[in-house]
């Protein structure tokens, strides 16, 4: 589960990441991490966004495929978009499925079968 408010040093998101302290700091300073810098006054200190951020950055193969400042910037804002989603639920999922169990004709003892892994 996503932890807004919980930070990591560079060191730590290093080892979480599997990405050298280099690259991480490397990323702060010249790459879209540049907030991690600010964050804390003089200590630097990552969220978990930026942690996603560095395990996908940091695992394309550069042969392949070379990041612009703007293309890095463009992969943080998508993950960060994509991990702030609202997440429905399970009652709501449970009811759309009803409901589209009820409209394709299913009964209701197979759905209640389906729902609850019976």
């Keep these: ?3 807004v408010n919980r930070t990591f040093t560079p060191s730590e998101a290093a ?3 599997g990405v050298p302290l280099k690259i991480v700091n490397q990323e702060i300073d010249q790459g879209p991490l540049k907030a991690a810098r600010k964050e804390s006054g003089s200590k630097r200190s990552l969220k978990e966004d930026d942690l996603f951020y560095l395990v996908i950055a ?3 193969d550069t042969r392949l495929l070379q990041l612009t400042a703007e293309g890095k910037d463009s992969v943080n804002a998508a993950i960060v978009t994509y991990r702030r989603r609202p997440v429905l639920p399970f009652t709501f999922v449970e009811g ?3 409901a589209a169990m009820v409209y394709f004709g299913w ?3 197979e759905s209640h079968k389906i729902l609850r892994g019976s």
């Design 107 to 109: 009964h209701s003892s």
């Design 15 to 17: 080892v979480a990441s």
């Design 96 to 98: 759309q499925v009803r």
């Design 1 to 3: 589960m996503l932890d």
């Design 58 to 60: 940091n695992r394309l």
